[in-house]
């Protein structure tokens, strides 16, 4: 495996829903903190780690939350009923395996479902629904999962492996949504060299998939007078897809709008222009059913220039997310570049001409 794919196996592959992001802020406070000139936490656990000491606020967040389930109750077989946390599409849960996270370590299960021989014929087109779904341990009693130290509150996230596909670029694993956006924040601090013309706070949010929370939290720390957002956006180069704005390996999403945001129209022009002079291909697409961190982040105390970035990927909100590589390397290339130029006169520019 390429060296550069392991940050992102890694981090994919952590388990983390909304308020248990532990291990992944863990993972993040040892990494960013050996490029970062400081790093800070507001109290729901988002970290915002700081370069630069003068000039404009810049803010760029990734969210460490992945979308996943709760255990609310084990029944008296042992079978598990559990609550999302996030936007679960019902038909791609069923017969996958899930990791329950307990004091004592981790427990497999799987989603059952009724194999067809016994479903009538009328019925097999029809979904499941969620609420009719269980998680099977493998176990016969409560009991027997009490003392594997399973209870209500665990959280279960997908099993999943890092895969990397026929094409090498293009890279499988669970919750890309949004990882590979906390790696391009950790990357771009990273590459950010320390004569900056401003104060750069590379933020790491929580609570992102069940309402921008940790977004809210952490701009009203940092006050930014421009506030980015780098999450996935949507790839649909498949068949019975549409858009080419949203296709995997044709570059970062310069968001036209998503649910949360109509973007700065200065700031997004800046962007633009940087992506052209700087041969890095973009796409514009907009989102009416999602919203990013950046939905929050620039409404804090005077409110910032603000912006969503797209990192394509292909199923989202799965255990099967597909991303390419080529699209996360331009959206550093990108971040770096913007940023650069944001002095104080650029961004005065920007907030009041
Ligand atoms: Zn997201």
């Known amino acids: 495996m ?82 999302t946390i996030g936007g679960w599409f019902s038909q791609v849960m069923l017969a996958q395996v899930w990791e329950v996270h307990t004091k004592k370590g981790i427990v ?85 060299s320390n004569d900056l013309p401003n104060t750069v706070f590379g933020t790491f949010t929580v609570q992102e998939e069940v309402g921008l929370r940790g977004a809210k939290t952490s701009a009203y720390v940092v006050e930014p007078e421009i506030a980015i957002a780098i999450d996935t956006g949507l790839a649909y180069d498949v068949p019975g897809g549409e858009s080419a704005e949203q296709s995997l390996g044709k570059g970062p999403q310069i968001l036209l709008l998503d649910a949360g945001l109509v973007p700065h129209q200065a700031l997004r022009q800046l962007v633009i222009d940087t992506a052209k002079a700087e041969n890095i291909p973009y796409q514009e697409p907009f989102i009416t059913g999602g919203r990013t961190d950046a939905g929050h982040m620039h409404l804090a105390h005077h409110g910032a220039a603000a912006l969503s970035i797209g990192i394509p990927t292909r199923y989202m909100h799965s255990h099967t997310g597909i991303i390419h590589y080529d699209d996360y390397e331009n959206t550093i290339k990108l971040m770096v570049a913007v940023i650069k130029k944001l002095d104080r006169e650029t961004v005065d520019k920007l907030l009041f001409d």
């Open 2 to 83: 390429k060296k550069e794919y392991e940050v992102l196996k890694e981090l994919s592959l952590l388990a983390g829903i909304p308020a248990n992001e532990k291990r992944v802020s863990q993972y993040l406070v040892s990494k960013v903190s050996e490029v970062a000139d400081d790093v800070v936490f507001d109290h729901l656990g988002s970290i915002i780690s700081i370069k630069g000491s003068t000039g404009p606020k810049v803010m760029i967040a990734g969210h460490m939350d992945e979308i996943g389930l709760m255990v609310t109750q084990i029944t008296k077989e042992g079978f598990l009923k559990f609550q």
């Open 108 to 192: 497999h299960g799987v989603t059952g479902v009724k194999p067809p021989h016994i479903i009538p014929a009328d019925k097999r087109s029809i979904a499941i629904a969620i609420d009719t779904m269980y998680i099977d341990l493998g176990v016969t009693s409560k009991e027997e999962a009490e003392a594997l130290g399973v209870e209500p509150g665990n959280m279960i996230v997908p099993k999943s492996e890092f895969l990397v596909m026929g094409n090498d670029k293009f890279l499988m694993s669970k919750a890309w949504d949004n990882r590979i956006g906390c790696a391009a924040v950790l990357e771009i601090m990273k590459r950010l």
